[in-house]
């Protein structure tokens, strides 16, 4: 859902439990948090609160993220168009892979991140625990993004181990 649509269905649910409506700070907050949910979720998911809740849940996009799993579960033909997108960076994965070498530390360490630049993340239900980055950001911080993030479809194709990228070339990958 977009801002706007965002701003309307909370608009409803404030209401509803007769609470002051929240700034736009805090909506575009939000909107980073819930913005995936669709509108006809985000509806269906304002319902079942005013339904079901005696007050105001305090920790609104909780109580979204919560009931979104919820409306997936009981929505499998939703669920079902929700199949991860391919992302040329981390190929539907919704992680990035990248090497690392620590101070003092002899070897390589290899990590993940959430992949910045889908949201597949979201759909494959990967914890937001998982600090989430751009490819771009990794190289900039001094890690290197590991090949195993390439769907292997030619030797040119995947990025070779220890290889690093600057965020022009992935740029190129990413509309290619
Ligand atoms: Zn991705």
Redesign the pocket.
Same mark, same amino acid.
């Given at each position: 859902m977009d801002y706007n649509t965002l701003n309307e269905i909370v608009g409803r649910l404030f209401s509803h439990f007769r609470m002051k409506h929240p700034g736009a700070d805090t909506l575009e907050w939000w909107l980073d948090d819930i913005g995936h949910i669709p509108a006809d979720a985000g509806d269906w998911i304002v319902k079942k609160i005013c339904r079901e809740q005696d007050s105001l849940p305090r920790n609104v996009t909780k109580i979204f993220q919560d009931l979104w799993r919820a409306y997936l579960a009981e929505h499998p033909d939703k669920a079902a168009k929700l199949d991860p997108v391919f %992302?040329e960076?981390? %190929?539907?994965?919704?992680l990035?892979w990248f090497q690392f070498q620590l101070a003092g530390f002899p070897y390589r360490a290899t990590a993940s991140v959430r %992949?910045?630049?889908?949201d597949?993340?979201e759909i494959l239900g990967i914890s937001p625990d998982v600090p989430r980055m751009t490819a771009g950001e990794l190289v900039r911080n001094g890690a290197e993004l590991d090949r195993r993030n390439r769907r292997r479809k030619s030797k040119d194709d995947f990025v070779s181990r220890g290889q690093s990228l600057d965020f022009g070339k992935l740029v190129k990958i990413n509309t290619e």
């Open positions: %992302c960076v981390c %190929c539907g994965k919704g990035i %992949c910045g630049h889908c597949n993340h």
